[in-house]
């Protein structure tokens, strides 16, 4: 009797072993196959959040609300509206979509938009995991540019950019300011030469390098100096920024102090050396040139340069 029934007890042993290594396989392959999919939805939902920042940031440059509280709530409608056209509406099957931006005053607005939607767990709720938390985050930085590279040596008065208006069919020719220490454009007509340094002379030699090699290297922002060039024959200026006619570059307005103000894009249609002494072209609008960028601590770009958005984060 005691030996028929020795071999019963291991047969039970390995129910037992067989049982729990059954929860390990359930377990493991919850973490594999749920991982996965959790993986595929958090792509998925980082590609909605970047989308929905996006969209909330053109909402609020473009409101035309002037109170910022206002322009809050357009920013916030926009990322939602975008996040359920993609499969996550806010309030629905617990997804959350939250809009938030940083103080206003500076030169740019960061808003960052938050995507949170928990992910139904197939295997892994055997083991008591029915659900994981998952969130993702993206950050716009949105505003008028302040700062550009490759800057060409040229600047103008905003009365040129306000009056001339802008596109191909506004073509203007525009001449040195007259004779004297006068260095500033002060008409809608006139136009000068400049440098992109501080405690420097300006003379024709650095600023033909600048025509010469495209524009300033690095970054030109609008709390760097100018140093206009004093008005005088140039003629060199005029040979070599020909080389440029049918390009379009960023330049600098100014007040009538000689002030860096905003950023606009200029298109060379001429320059002419000789007794005239006058280059041509016009505005061009709207233009959002992939070599504008907004810099903090700077102050904003003025009404110039198109309502800029790039992704930060």
């Known amino acids: 009797m005691r030996a028929s029934a020795n071999p019963d ?43 929905a920042a996006m969209a909330a940031a053109y909402a609020y440059g473009n409101s035309t609300a002037t109170d910022d509280a206002t322009k809050r709530s357009v920013a916030t409608a926009a990322a939602r509206q975008v996040a359920t056209a993609n499969g996550y509406a806010h309030g629905l099957f617990n997804v959350a979509v939250d809009v938030s931006l940083d103080a206003p005053g500076g030169a740019g607005r960061r808003i960052t938009v938050d995507v949170a939607k928990p992910h139904a767990n197939t295997f892994s709720g055997i083991v008591g995991m029915p659900s994981w938390n998952v969130s993702t985050t993206a950050t716009t930085l949105a505003g008028r540019p302040n700062a550009v590279q490759g800057a060409m040596p040229i600047i103008f008065n905003r009365k040129a950019f306000d009056i001339n208006g802008a596109g191909p069919t506004h073509p203007v020719t525009y001449d040195e300011p007259g004779s004297g220490s006068t260095d500033v454009p002060s008409t809608s007509t006139m136009f000068n030469w400049t440098m992109y340094c501080d405690n420097c002379n300006a003379d024709s030699n650095t600023v033909d390098d600048l025509i010469d090699q ?41 007040n009538d102090a000689g002030i860096m103000v905003g950023w606009a894009m200029f298109h060379l249609t001429g320059a002419v050396g000789g007794s005239s002494k006058q280059i041509s072209g016009y505005f061009v609008t709207p233009f959002s040139g992939s070599n504008m960028t907004i810099i903090d601590g700077v102050a904003a770009g003025g009404a110039f340069g198109t309502y800029i958005v790039k992704l930060v984060n």
Do not use: C, W, Y
């Open 9 to 51: 007890r291991p047969r039970g042993q390995v129910l037992v072993i067989f049982a729990l290594a059954l929860v390990a396989i359930v377990a493991m392959t919850g973490l594999v196959l749920d991982g996965g999919s959790t993986f595929v939805q958090k792509r998925n939902m980082q590609n909605v959040a970047d989308a």
């Open 214 to 254: 495209g524009g300033a290297q690095g970054s030109v922002s609008l709390a760097d100096k100018i140093s206009p060039l004093n008005a005088g024959a140039h003629t060199t200026l005029f040979s070599d920024l020909s080389l440029h006619v049918g390009e379009e570059f960023a330049v600098p307005i100014v």
